[in-house]
């Protein structure tokens, strides 16, 4: 072969060699660079001197691929990239060049804006909670603040502490530190009762306020005890209840719809309607939609007044960190408040509380579904959990959550364990704060997880949930977390 020949040769695989040492990392390149600087001193020292002219090229060629950052394949690059690992539906697969790595989880901890937030949190040590979708952890501040107000104000000004602190007034006020996490308005959302009781309230009132229509509209996946509580409000209004599958709910509704009743992120999987084109879609052939936000309030922008919701309840207990039990919150969009009645009226609810008149006659506003005296110690509680969320974007809190959910994913991914599935919706964007994974022995694997630190929640019979609270983790938190939970199903075989 003629010399030209053999340099082109030798060009082609000095490029495929380069190639492959720079996929293996920068050290072999700084290899491969000296190597082709001895190769060159060797031909002109031979009198080979082409064979060193090219030598010397190609050490300059490799030195200057070093200047190109070392960014892995897929880097998720920001707090809020988005980057799905491949999943099938028969099990979660590894991804090629993954960038799920724990020096990669403390880079995102370094660039979080809200990572701070964590110290407002009161966790026992070696633990990593990923239980907020069923009860939020501690804040800080909630055990002083629940003691001032039973020692310094129940303690002390007993009866007094009605007027001298205005605990008649928390449910309205505290009610207003609510709007801006779910994006309502002032006066659009009050603190009171349980879920149920307040959904009763919302249901009851809508189907009032369409008489002629005899429909509640939900999903075969909303939350039981929302169907259950649908049912009676139907059933006490002399209308029914009409259960579908997600997909087709749009095509349900009609002219006999009064109001259309559903989650916003199902309790199971944490998948995500489309909030925006369901009302929507209820508003154009004249209906009113219930939104239960208990596994989106604190976690995912809801937007009630954007996308003009007409009606939502939810807890306070989960990703608004309350505490076991605290209050609901029921949200009325304003413009329908003078229109729609309290179903189930009490004398708080009334224009004169304290004027004990035998006519009802409703207050003004979102106070029109206030029924009952207020529990001022759980409200306390609750008062001093949202602290947290002052100055703080509901829209940054969901770029955490979502890039939260990416890495807890991604590393149970790498660990390619055959008998986990992942049961979440594989897009960041269409799931909640929380991952759900399926696997066949799912109680054994959290009970051998929480051995280890790591807390989740069992739903029968094979289900393992894990709600993500993007204020109280750090990446770090959920990359160990993720470790553990592919190790332990690794070892159940």
Known sequence: MSPVTIYGLCAVAFMMAMYALERRGRIYIVGFALGCLAASAYGFLSGAWPFGVAEIVWSAIALLRLRRPATPPNSCGSVGASVVPRVRSTGVTPAPASPWTLDRAR???????????????????GVVYLNANSLGPLAAAVPARV?????????VTLSKGWTEHAWMEWPLRIGDRIAPVIGAMPGEVLVADTTSIALTKVLGAALRA???RRVVLSSTDNFPSDLYVAMGAARASG???EVVDRTELEE????RVAVCCLTQVDFRTGA???????????????ALVVWDLCHSAGAVPVGCDAHDVDLAVGCTYKYLNGGPGSPSFLYVRRRLQRELENPLPGWLGHADPFGFALDWEPAEGIGRFLTSSP???????????????DGVSIDTIRKKSKALGELFVGVVADAGVPSIELASPASAGDRGAQVSLR??????????????????DFRPPSLCRFGMSPLALSFEDVWHAAETVADVARSLG
């Open 252 to 255: 349900a509704l009609d002219d």
């Open 439 to 456: 696997h066949p022995r799912a109680a054994e694997l959290l009970a051998g997880a929480a051995d280890r630190g790591v807390v989740g």
């Open 239 to 241: 209308a029914q209840l």
């Open 272 to 286: 995500l309607h489309d909030l925006p084109r369901i009302t929507a879609a209820a508003h154009r052939v004249g």
């Open 210 to 212: 369409r008489p002629t």
């Open 375 to 389: 529990p001022v110690i759980a409200l306390a509680a609750l008062d001093a959990a949202l602290d947290v969320f």
């Open 107 to 125: 880079v995102l901890d370094a660039e979080d804006p809200i990572g701070g937030a964590r110290r407002a949190f009161s966790m026992p040590p």
């Open 147 to 155: 003691r001032r107000t039973v020692e310094e104000e129940w303690g």
